[in-house]
């Protein structure tokens, strides 16, 4: 089965175009490789998605056929992703980053702030993301 597929059946990417241009950026891996669209996968192969700047690890245990919901798609993989990952990933929606927090009262940020903002938050997420 076709990579891109899997992954928008499976619904870890929203849409089949998303998962597209996953692979065509390299974020889609077997060890290693980085996966075309179009390579294909097998089951027990084990995949790293990056994406929205976490690194995700995913056991494939069975390919689908056709896109289904997310309580059907859930035995068709294993989340193996690292511990240290998915603390990232509770850290980043349950609470804001440190840059982010503003006391009562300041109202907006300036443009200034917001640039130290965005340039605090490449530097943490989008540095690790092309290394490879």
């Known amino acids: 089965m076709r990579i891109d597929k899997w ?3 499976v619904r870890i990417f929203k849409s089949r175009t998303k998962a597209t241009n996953a692979c065509k950026k390299g974020a889609i891996k077997i060890g290693e490789s ?3 669209p179009s390579s294909l996968i097998t089951v027990n192969s084990k995949i790293e998605v990056r994406k929205d700047g976490f690194i995700l690890e995913f056991l494939i245990k069975e390919l689908i056929p056709k896109r289904v919901s997310a309580t059907l798609a859930e035995p068709c993989y294993d989340n193996i992703t690292p511990l240290e990952e998915l603390n990232k990933f509770k850290n980043w929606f349950m ?3 440190p840059a982010e927090r503003r006391d009562k009262g300041l109202g907006r940020p300036t443009k200034r702030e917001r640039r130290d903002i965005d340039e605090f ?3 943490i997420f989008l540095d690790d993301w092309f290394d490879d």
Request: proline share 0%; charged share 50%; glycine share 8%.
């Open 121 to 123: 938050k490449d530097e």
């Open 7 to 9: 992954l928008w059946n």
């Open 34 to 36: 980085r996966l075309k």
């Open 95 to 97: 609470g804001k980053a």
